[in-house]
């Protein structure tokens, strides 16, 4: 069973930086696996930030920014914001028609 | 506009069945593939299925194989997720997306809650 791993929770400061992952327990995530990252906060549904490792979804501020650190895709804010505070997710495309997505991650700006 | 408009959720008995649907305009629905995606009641998002343009290809996530099935009517710009033999771990809000290549969820709909209890 793939399992994907993200940090369950993160906490940054108003204007400061953080990056988030999303790895993989048995082997390197790479642009293969097409990384895309999705923004939600309660009640909501998801809104998509990051798609094929490291493309902005249209309308998305530029502060948001994906990437592969290491063995692992990564998502970076920079300069958060206090309407950045919410749970960020990454899925992982397996191929054969088959996603599968992290823990995701309770970001609080504080 | 894009637009995602989930319905046919509500409370079922375990064991029951339910069918869910997915009005979409805004946009071509013949030309993009589609899927569901569920979330548990204070949990992640979980993939559950997905169906190709014409239908030809679907799949599942392995704790519904056998038990759901997508399908879709394109001439209705419509999607569909029948839902059998019901677990109280199928409770969840259900969201429809729609799939752009390279392999994202770009659209969301609103989402339709599904209760399995007795």
């Known amino acids: 069973q793939t399992v994907v791993t993200q940090e369950s929770s993160f906490s940054v400061s108003p204007g400061g930086t953080v990056t988030l992952t999303c790895g993989l327990t048995s082997v390197s995530v790479s642009t293969s696996y097409y990384p895309s990252w999705y923004q939600q906060t309660p009640g909501q549904a998801p809104r998509t930030l990051i798609y094929n490792t490291n493309t902005r979804s249209s309308g998305v501020p530029a502060r948001f920014s994906g990437s592969i650190l290491g063995n692992k895709a990564a998502l970076t804010i920079t300069g958060a914001q206090a309407d950045d505070e919410s749970d960020y997710f990454c899925v992982l495309y397996m191929g054969s028609g088959i996603w599968v997505f992290g823990g995701g991650t309770k970001l609080t700006v504080l | 506009e894009v637009l995602l408009v989930e319905s046919g959720g509500g409370l079922v008995q375990p064991g029951g069945s339910l069918r869910l649907s997915c009005a979409a305009s805004g946009f071509t629905f013949s030309s993009h593939w589609m899927s569901w995606v569920r979330q548990a009641p204070g949990k992640g998002l979980e993939w559950v299925a997905y169906?190709?343009?014409?239908?030809?290809?679907?799949n599942y996530v392995d704790s519904v194989k056998g038990r759901f099935t997508i399908s879709r009517d394109n001439a209705k710009t419509s999607l569909y997720l029948q839902m059998n033999s019901l677990r109280a771990e199928d409770t969840a809000m259900y969201y429809c997306?729609?799939?752009?290549?390279?392999?994202?969820?770009?659209?969301w709909g609103q989402g339709t809650l599904v209760t399995v209890s007795s």
């Open positions: 169906i190709k343009q014409d239908g030809s290809n679907k």
């Open positions: 997306a729609r799939l752009d290549y390279p392999q994202y969820f770009q659209h």
